[in-house]
T-cell receptor
Framework: DAGVIQSPRHEVTEMGQEVTLRCKPI?????LFWYRQTMMRGLELLIY????????DSGMPEDRFSAKMPNASFSTLKIQPSEPRDSAVYFC????????????FGPGTRLTVT | KQEVTQIPAALSVPEGENLVLNCSFT??????LQWFRQDPGKGLTSLLL?????REQTSGRLNASLDKSSGRSTLYIAASQPGDSATYLC????????????FGSGTRLLVRP
């Protein structure tokens, strides 16, 4: 398996623009997670899905953030409108009960909002 | 509220040395504990997963132990190599939300040739 795939790897955008981050989980994994990593706050869970259904979005910072999982092989994290404080590395991860809930991370998307 | 602490924040050792990284957590009601490695500008690589019923896990030169009652885990790296240089993160999940990982801030390791 190719592992968790994320795109784009780098995104630079201006404040106020819409940003969409994409993730393809490992095939057969039924849990998908979105994390954000910053120097100040470390790694934080934003939201996670089970079988394409959002289970816990308590980590989503505000209404500007939204996430969807239209099918088992694709998820998006959208920020609209983006702000400079959203600059961070966003990771997607997936797991399965069959792996003991071990989470496998993608390479991340480095977002810079100017 | 579960809090995860990793000490030290940074560590520099000469090649060949055996070393121990520490992770502590405040709530012993954990589901599992996972150790990750993160190279600069890269994603996280899972190293070892310890279920709450286990005491330790081994993979090659790595050994992770878990003591739930004291809220501690250690990652032992034997015969360290320059290629081991990276940031090591531990994360725990709670029994009541087994898929939510709570991360420590990591230990940045430098192995000098």
């Amino acid at each position: 398996d190719a592992g968790v795939i994320q795109s784009p790897r780098h995104e630079v955008t201006e404040m106020g623009q819409e940003v969409t981050l994409r993730c393809k989980p490992i095939s057969g994994h039924d849990y998908l997670f979105w994390y954000r990593q910053t120097m100040m706050r470390g790694l934080e869970l934003l939201i996670y899905f089970n079988n394409n259904v959002p289970i816990d979005d308590s980590g989503m910072p505000e209404d500007r953030f939204s996430a969807k999982m239209p099918n088992a092989s694709f998820s998006t994290l959208k920020i609209q409108p983006s702000e400079p404080r959203d600059s961070a590395v966003y990771f997607c991860a997936s797991s399965s009960p069959g792996t003991g809930n071990e989470q496998y991370f993608g390479p991340g998307t480095r977002l810079t909002v100017t | 509220k579960q809090e995860v602490t990793q000490i030290p924040a940074a560590l520099s050792v000469p090649e060949g040395e055996n070393l121990v990284l520490n992770c502590s957590f405040t709530d012993s009601a954990i589901y599992n504990l996972q150790w990750f490695r993160q190279d600069p500008g890269k994603g996280l690589t899972s190293l070892l997963l310890i279920q709450s019923s286990q005491r330790e896990q081994t993979s090659g030169r790595l050994n992770a132990s878990l003591d739930k009652s004291s809220g501690r885990s250690t990652l032992y790296i034997a015969a360290s190599q320059p290629g081991d240089s990276a940031t090591y993160l531990c994360a725990v999940s709670r029994v009541d939300s087994s898929y939510k990982l709570i991360f420590g801030s990591g230990t940045r390791l430098l192995v000098r040739p």
